[in-house]
């Protein structure tokens, strides 16, 4: 168990500043206990109000941050997210869960060493992008929930949300084997013997044609929901 040292902290803008009681509740954090191990990370202030992040709900993940999802009773129901930095020693972010809301960064030394924190076997380079509405998005998760086409492990396609559907950014490995999964039933006539085939077919061609793109930043995206 550690105590919290606050870092910088922000209220927010417009319709996501934090101010007035939700503001000083997310403050009571400055005389709070840090505790953390392998299972969650939890903040636990002086009069006991809690703020737990279990490491199962993890939201994002790139080289820099793992970010977990908080859920609070505050104000009817509450989600923020919880960012653990990976090169800054001890370093941490509560934060809303858009980029205008409120961001506090603190210290936090509980004495646990997360082995999942450098994990040497998580190195996304994202290479690739593709827009699918909210038509196309179904298909996709379809055949990834049943197997149909290779999973992602965790961190390595993520989701970023728009209006009428989604962007997806695709690890430069994960793409190749992705795309080859999905052209390999095609090959094999899968499409064909399914009632969707013009919409499995017009899913291969969005996934063949995805963009090139280079080191997005992708601290707001989700992990796409069908990750391993």
């Given amino acids: 168990m550690g105590k919290i040292n606050i870092i910088s902290k922000i209220q927010g803008t417009g319709i996501y500043k934090s101010e007035g009681e939700k503001w000083n509740y997310f403050m009571k954090i400055s005389d709070a206990d840090f505790i953390e191990n392998e299972q969650s990370i939890r903040i636990v202030t002086s009069d006991g109000t809690e703020m737990i ?11 820099n941050f793992i970010t977990y999802r ?19 020693k001890n370093a941490y972010e509560l934060k809303g ?11 936090g030394d509980s004495g646990y060493i997360d082995p999942k924190l450098n994990d040497p076997k998580f190195n996304p380079e994202f290479s690739k992008k593709q827009f699918l509405s ?3 998005l179904p298909i996709l998760f379809q055949g990834l929930i049943k197997n149909l086409f290779t999973r992602p492990e965790k961190g390595y396609l993520v989701f970023e949300s728009v209006n009428r559907g989604g962007n997806l950014y695709f690890d430069k490995n994960y793409y190749q084997e992705l795309k080859s ?5 095609y090959l094999l006539g899968k499409f064909s013997e399914s009632n969707a085939k013009s919409e499995w077919m017009n899913l291969m061609f969005k996934i063949n044609s995805a963009e090139d793109i280079v ?14």
Avoid: C, W
């Fill in 97 to 107: 869960f858009y980029e205008e809301s409120f961001r506090i960064k603190f210290q």
């Fill in 134 to 136: 909210n038509q196309e």
């Fill in 181 to 185: 999964s999905i052209n390999e039933k």
């Fill in 70 to 88: 908080i859920n609070l009773d505050f104000g009817g129901g509450l989600q923020i997210l919880l960012s653990k930095f990976k090169n800054e």
């Fill in 215 to 228: 080191n997005p930043d992708t601290e707001k995206f989700e992990i796409y929901p069908v990750s391993k």
């Fill in 53 to 63: 992040a279990e490491k199962s709900h993890i939201h994002a993940k790139n080289m």
